[in-house]
């Protein structure tokens, strides 16, 4: 079974900047692509960002495009969500998910098979 770990999330103010992690074990497919999805209190899981297994595909949604970036390290199992001019409405539980992919990506909750458990990003005003 594969878990997923993330990491890195904590209190900044508006305009800084944090990298969230997403630790992969127990992986038994050859290749995963990984998104990255948030959710804010009283709002329903939304997409954020997305990247394929060799990397060469990433996806953002238009509210955080042009200031978070998606990348990935396979050789330590790790993908990286570095987040910069953070607003407040950045405020969420970042979620990391994987889907069993060899090419590719994926934007929706349902196309994902396993989920982290999810690290709270806070962005004071």
């Known amino acids: 079974q594969v878990q997923l770990v993330e990491s890195g999330g904590g209190l900044v103010q508006a305009g800084g900047s944090l990298r969230l992690s997403c630790a992969a074990s127990?992986?038994?497919?050859?290749?995963?692509?990984t998104g990255w999805f948030r959710q804010a209190p009283g709002k329903e899981r939304e997409f954020a960002a997305a990247?394929?297994?060799?990397?060469?595909?990433?996806y953002f949604a238009d509210s955080v495009r042009g200031r978070f970036t998606i990348s990935r390290d396979n050789a330590k199992n790790t993908v990286y969500l570095q987040m910069n001019s953070l607003k407040p409405e950045d405020t969420a539980v970042y979620y990391c998910?994987?889907?069993?992919?060899?090419?590719?990506?994926?934007?929706?909750?349902?196309?994902?098979?396993?989920w982290g458990q999810g690290t709270q990003v806070t962005v004071s005003s």
């Open positions: 998910a994987e889907k069993r992919q060899r090419y590719g990506i994926a934007v929706y909750t349902g196309e994902y098979d396993y």
């Open positions: 127990g992986r038994t497919f050859s290749s995963y692509s």
């Open positions: 990247i394929s297994w060799d990397g060469d595909t990433t």
